[in-house]
């Protein structure tokens, strides 16, 4: 059964820092990118940026390059997204997806954590 968990979700202040985990299972994770995904109020789910569990390599959108940070633990089996310099256009509720590698889909999606940013 594949599931992604996700944990550190907040409230900060503009400026500050959130960690988000996400621990996948029931996935041969070699095979699959790991991927963060936001959705804000009243918007659509978009890509914020994703791992290949394969080799470590990383990908990002525009709107985080340089401010958020992806990486993976392949010992612990956890993804995690750094956040840093957040400002209120980052609040959204911010889900863990999982992608067969090069196939464009992700298909499989965790609850969903909630990030607030107060200016």
């Known amino acids: 059964q594949v599931q992604l968990v996700e944990s550190g979700g907040g409230s900060v202040q503009a400026g500050g820092s959130l960690r988000l985990s996400c621990a996948p299972s029931g996935l041969s994770l070699d095979t699959y990118y790991i991927a963060w995904f936001r959705q804000g109020p009243e918007k659509g789910r978009n890509f914020v940026a994703r791992?290949?569990?394969?080799?470590?390599?990383?990908n990002y959108a525009a709107a985080v390059e340089g401010r958020f940070t992806i990486s993976r633990d392949t010992v612990k089996n956890m993804v995690y997204l750094q956040m840093n310099g957040l400002t209120p256009e980052d609040t959204a509720v911010y889900y863990c997806g999982a992608g067969v590698r090069h196939s464009g889909l992700y298909d499989n999606w965790g609850q969903g954590t909630q990030v607030t940013v107060s200016s």
């Open positions: 791992v290949d569990w394969s080799d470590g390599s990383t």
